[in-house]
């Protein structure tokens, strides 16, 4: 018999399930193309990879648990070495080690900002950091518009970014997961430089996405362009093209301090195991010999030719009497992940997974509004064959949508992506 805080929640849970916006956990098939997940660089799947893995942690032999929060008893003379390794691969000052991306950005966020401060944010921010904003004690939390160094200008001029003694800080990522792109980061280095006091305004970059495939090593795009200095804080995560878990946070020696205080993900939580941390090690050791090298520049290779393949597509869809609701990319990403705009982007993605291709609709409130889309993230184990089978998959959906038996019903497109469909066309 269900209670009724049950009730009520299976009848919001029906809500959701009405709109077709239920989220359910399932594994991907077996013998599936991997055209979904951020394993960017394919290491999870890698052999070599693995036995090197193996072989470290044979070879440290540190046993399993940590056993406790890292200021009681889960902390190591490895955890350490680590993090000092870290700070130097990517040029900063100090490093610090947390379980998980989310559980860094909520530590940042809530901590970092005093009491009156101001937070401006791209309005396509990771979740985490609202969950972070949201327990901050900064005064205000301002969105600009997206990789818009323009409208930042605006909110840093509304703040009175050049007078005011409170701190600012302007949180941006370098990829963005779900549009592909990447921040215009040197130009909004430059507008900070100006926009206040030296010491006043500090940038905080997410790298989550840039991690392994950007960048010297894999160093990322802060890293890439020489703007270690500029930035005064940086987040790295381990869970994507690093095939492992947890995250860290690079910052000043003050910054890192303060976060072992005040940081409650970090001071309440178990820390990661020694394995999780000899997978670390061994990511890292790869990015530094330069074996995740030659992954990236395969991923680049891919990149470019799926956008040309696309290209093909494009000119096809345009020549058919429905264009099938698809708008495809405008320019080539920067970054592995495309995103193919479609009002059904649940029906164009159960094409693709029947045909063994996993990708996943995005929908609201993932993405905004009226920005429905299938995303498509490349890898570095990907082949140019495996894209030359998802292209002819995707064909065979924009036709059997242009025939005359789905001509009756056919769902109106939105203003969005219709604006996209005639800015391409």
Not at 115 to 126: A, M, Q, R, V
Not at 200 to 229: C, K, M, N, P
Not at 285 to 304: F, V
Not at 315 to 321: D, E, F, G, Q
């Amino acid at each position: 018999m269900k209670t009724p805080l049950e009730d009520q929640l299976a009848a919001q849970l029906e809500k959701r399930r009405r709109i077709s916006k239920l989220r359910v956990l399932k594994p991907s098939p077996p013998g599936s193309v991997d055209f979904s997940s951020n394993d960017f660089l394919s290491l999870s799947s890698n052999d070599q990879f693995r036995h090197d893995y193996l072989q470290a942690l044979a070879d440290h032999n540190l046993g399993i648990g940590s056993t406790g929060s890292r200021l009681l008893d889960g902390n190591s003379t490895f955890a350490e070495q680590l993090e000092c390794d870290i700070a130097a691969h990517h040029g900063a000052e100090t490093a610090l080690l947390t379980n998980s991306g989310f559980d860094a950005n909520v530590s940042i966020f809530t901590c970092l900002p005093q009491p009156g401060d101001i937070i401006i944010y791209d309005e396509l921010i990771h979740a985490s950091v609202h969950d972070g904003m949201r327990a901050s004690r900064a005064e205000k939390r301002i969105s600009f518009k997206h990789n818009d160094v323009d409208h930042l200008k605006q909110v840093l001029e509304s703040v009175d970014a050049k007078t005011t003694s409170k701190n600012i800080f302007v949180a941006i990522e370098t990829v963005y997961s779900m549009e592909g792109d990447v921040a215009p980061l040197t130009e909004i280095c430059a507008l900070l430089d100006s926009a206040a006091p030296k010491g006043s305004v500090h940038l905080i970059v997410d790298e989550a996405h840039a991690t392994g495939i950007y960048g010297r090593g894999g160093a990322g795009l802060v890293s890439q362009l020489g703007l270690q200095s500029k930035v005064s804080v940086r987040l790295h995560t381990f869970g994507k093209a690093l095939a492992c878990n947890g995250a860290v946070i690079l910052c000043s020696a003050v910054m890192r301090q303060y976060l072992i205080n005040y940081a409650r993900p970090l001071i309440f939580t178990t820390f990661m195991s020694y394995p999780s941390l000899v997978a670390i090690r061994t990511a890292y050791d790869w990015m530094r010999e330069g074996k995740t090298g030659l992954l990236a520049a395969n991923l680049s290779e891919l990149i470019e030719y799926l956008w040309m393949r696309l290209q093909e597509i494009s000119l096809h869809a345009s020549n058919l009497p429905d264009p099938s609701n698809l708008v495809l990319p405008g320019s080539c990403p920067d970054s592995p992940i495309f995103a193919l705009f479609s009002t059904v982007p649940r029906e164009l993605a159960s094409h693709c997974q029947a045909a063994g291709f996993v990708v996943r609709p995005v929908v609201p409130p993932t993405v905004p509004t009226n920005t429905e889309r299938v995303r498509v993230c490349l890898h570095g184990g990907n082949t140019k064959e495996q894209i030359d089978a998802f292209i002819v998959c995707l064909r065979q959906w924009i036709e059997l949508k242009a025939s005359p038996r789905h001509a009756q019903g056919t769902i109106t497109m939105s203003p969005v992506l219709q604006e996209r469909l005639d800015a391409k066309l």
